[in-house]
């Protein structure tokens, strides 16, 4: 499939009118129209629906818009890397992954102490799994992930080097108003009536642990799709929710963060390839690891 098709594609839904994208990218609208049929019979699904207004993506062509959206990304910066060597811009970018948590506030903290440093650098950040991340690093992705051990664990991989970071406490997150919203920490005891809601395996896995230890269950009945998602089900009433404790100081100002007593805690792990190191792995590892030197505050 020609990147064009998807740029198309990806417009369409954006602006949610043939007509109107096809003169942002200077095609006839039956040039366009005839470029996402062509796309849908390639797929096999309808992409796009007609409403009272234009047109909007289906369910499949959602997902197809965020896939292709972020291929169309790195189709980009890929032009812009050659570019750039060609025109003799020094320096390699560095591409660093992070689980969402970590790339909520630690990360980005940690590059901009490197940049003070070290002054103009190139970077990327791309979020996600654990799993996921670790093998973008093996494939030669990245220059380095920030993961963490929780269920299922990290693999032993002799083709990446892992460094530990820290611990980071779980926090129970509630809305306001909750009747254990205080200053705490609270008893997992104490929200054992409670709806909880979850966004990935491993998270549930630590509540079900926490609770099984304190003698008591948690009813995960609610699931997101991702942290955001997972945040308002709880801003709304609709549950409470296991959270890592680095999020406190990013979290939306209608939810609470609540530490737990005798919490479930992850470790924080950085992991870089054995081949071909890039020369600012070094000094952001140091960056890294002094985030967790002194206990991450808690949100006021």
């Given at each position: 499939?020609?990147?064009?098709?998807?740029?198309?594609?990806?417009?369409?839904?954006?602006?949610?009118?043939?007509?109107?994208?096809?003169?942002?990218?200077?095609?006839?609208?039956?040039?366009?129209?005839?470029?996402?049929?062509?796309?849908?019979?390639?797929?096999?699904?309808?992409?796009?629906?007609?409403?009272?207004?234009?047109?909007?993506?289906?369910?499949?062509?959602?997902?197809?818009?965020?896939?292709?959206?972020?291929?169309?990304?790195?189709?980009?910066r890929a032009v812009r890397?050659?570019?750039?060597?060609?025109?003799?811009?020094?320096?390699?970018?560095?591409?660093?992954?992070?689980?969402?948590?970590?790339?909520?506030?630690?990360?980005?903290?940690?590059?901009?102490?490197?940049?003070?440093?070290?002054?103009?650098?190139?970077?990327?950040?791309?979020?996600?799994?654990?799993?996921?991340?670790?093998?973008?690093?093996?494939?030669?992705?990245?220059?380095?992930?920030?993961?963490t051990d929780a269920p299922?664990?990290?693999?032993?991989?002799?083709?990446?080097?892992?460094?530990?970071?820290?611990?980071?406490?779980?926090?129970?997150?509630?809305?306001?108003?909750?009747?254990?919203?205080?200053?705490?920490p609270v008893h997992i005891?104490?929200?054992?009536?409670?709806?909880?809601?979850?966004?990935?395996?491993?998270?549930?896995?630590?509540?079900?642990?926490?609770?099984?230890?304190?003698?008591?269950?948690?009813?995960?009945?609610?699931?997101?799709?991702?942290?955001?998602?997972?945040?308002?089900?709880?801003?709304?009433?609709?549950?409470?929710?296991?959270?890592?404790?680095?999020?406190?100081?990013?979290?939306?100002?209608?939810?609470?963060?609540?530490?737990?007593?005798?919490?479930?805690?992850?470790?924080?792990?950085?992991?870089?390839?054995?081949?071909?190191?890039?020369?600012?792995?070094?000094?952001?590892?140091?960056?890294?690891?002094?985030?967790?030197?002194?206990?991450?505050?808690?949100?006021?």
């Open positions: 499939m020609e990147l064009t098709v998807w740029r198309t594609f990806v417009t369409v839904c954006r602006l949610g009118s043939l007509s109107a994208a096809a003169t942002e990218l200077h095609h006839t609208q039956s040039a366009v129209s005839r470029q996402i049929a062509g796309l849908e019979r390639r797929l096999g699904v309808p992409l796009i629906e007609r409403h009272a207004r234009g047109v909007r993506p289906t369910p499949a062509g959602e997902v197809f818009r965020r896939h292709a959206l972020a291929t169309l990304h790195e189709a980009d890397a050659v570019r750039e060597a060609h025109d003799g811009v020094a320096g390699r970018p560095l591409a660093i992954g992070a689980t969402p948590s970590m790339a909520a506030g630690i990360v980005p903290e940690a590059v901009r102490g490197l940049l003070e440093r070290t002054g103009s650098l190139r970077w990327s950040l791309l979020p996600g799994l654990s799993t996921q991340l670790h093998h973008r690093v093996v494939a030669g992705d990245l220059d380095i992930a920030v993961v299922p664990g990290l693999p032993h991989d002799a083709r990446v080097d892992r460094r530990f970071l820290g611990l980071d406490d779980m926090v129970v997150v509630l809305p306001v108003g909750h009747p254990q919203g205080g200053p705490g005891r104490t929200l054992a009536d409670q709806t909880w809601v979850e966004d990935n395996d491993g998270s549930a896995a630590l509540l079900r642990q926490h609770a099984a230890r304190a003698g008591v269950s948690a009813l995960i009945d609610l699931t997101a799709a991702d942290l955001p998602g997972k945040l308002a089900l709880v801003a709304t009433g609709h549950a409470v929710a296991l959270i890592p404790g680095v999020l406190t100081r990013a979290l939306r100002n209608d939810v609470i963060a609540v530490p737990l007593v005798d919490p479930p805690t992850r470790g924080i792990y950085a992991l870089t390839p054995r081949r071909d190191p890039h020369p600012a792995t070094a000094q952001l590892l140091d960056r890294l690891a002094a985030a967790f030197t002194s206990p991450v505050p808690s949100t006021p």
